[in-house]
């Protein structure tokens, strides 16, 4: 990658925190003003980086409207909105869509609760492979191989008292999750939420994505979180047919 390419990034990278004097992106960037200067000019020109009053800096609506162009070009999140969108009316709760892309998993969708509780998350975050439920539902359909090795190369940070903490005990659990259909994080990322996913397939019956609903404990215990997986599976099936998967018929 070319030198100013590198810093132009960086730049961005530190803008998407917030707006930044010229001053603190050049030691952010560890390199002289006028150098941080010139980048900056060259991504206003093209609208990746406007003025925020007389000295600050974010960042422009040309990123935005990239970053939306990219998410509007994928056809999962597409075809799976109604679906999506009608278990969120159905349960009046967090519903995710995400999808596995050079071994991470990432939000691609996401559509609020009703409720006053809400989680923090957003499009584009990563999720954690060893303690959220779309991220086993997804590390779940892959080959075995890659399976194992996805487990063997996760730092199992402990976010709760209930995360998984050993590649064995993962690998363990995805094999239910591939059992069952579904999987379920239980307030493994977060204390206070516990969350349910399921696969969306694509046409030839490959998973695509995952879809899930993340409740707040204090709003649904364990039982009223599984009494919600009969909604998801219809909706992960939805979302799936008109992806292209066709379920196939019972033989009469």
Do not use: W
Not at 64 to 83: I, K, M, T
Not at 108 to 122: A, G, L
Not at 178 to 191: K, N, V, W
Request: glycine share 6%; hydrophobic share 40%; aromatic share 4%.
């Amino acid at each position: 990658m070319s030198q100013s390419l590198d810093r132009a990034l960086v730049l961005l990278d530190a803008l998407a925190e917030g707006p930044r004097t010229l001053d603190q992106l050049a030691e952010h960037a560890g390199v002289h003003k006028t150098t941080v200067l010139r980048l900056l000019r060259t991504l206003e020109s093209r609208r990746f980086v406007q003025r925020d009053g007389a000295r600050h800096y974010r960042l422009g609506t040309a990123l935005f409207d990239l970053a939306n162009r990219s998410l509007d070009s994928r056809d999962v999140r597409r075809c799976a909105e109604p679906a999506l969108r009608e278990l969120n009316e159905l349960t009046g709760h967090t519903v995710h869509l995400a999808s596995y892309e050079g071994g991470e998993v990432v939000y691609i969708d996401k559509y609020e609760s009703r409720h006053q509780v809400r989680m923090y998350s957003r499009v584009g975050k990563r999720a954690a492979l060893h303690c959220t439920a779309v991220a086993k539902v997804l590390v779940a359909a892959l080959d075995p191989d890659r399976r194992h090795k996805v487990a063997s190369e996760i730092d199992y940070v402990p976010m709760t008292a209930n995360t998984i903490t050993s590649a064995e005990v993962y690998l363990a659990e995805l094999e239910e999750v591939a059992a069952r259909g579904y999987a379920l994080d239980d307030s493994e990322h977060e204390d206070f939420i516990h969350c349910v996913a399921a696969p969306v397939r694509g046409q030839r019956g490959e998973v695509i994505a995952a879809v899930s609903v993340s409740v707040p404990r204090v709003l649904l215990d364990h039982d009223g979180l599984l009494a919600l997986v009969p909604d998801l599976l219809r909706a992960a099936r939805l979302a799936s047919e008109a992806c292209g998967h066709s379920q196939p018929q019972p033989h009469q």
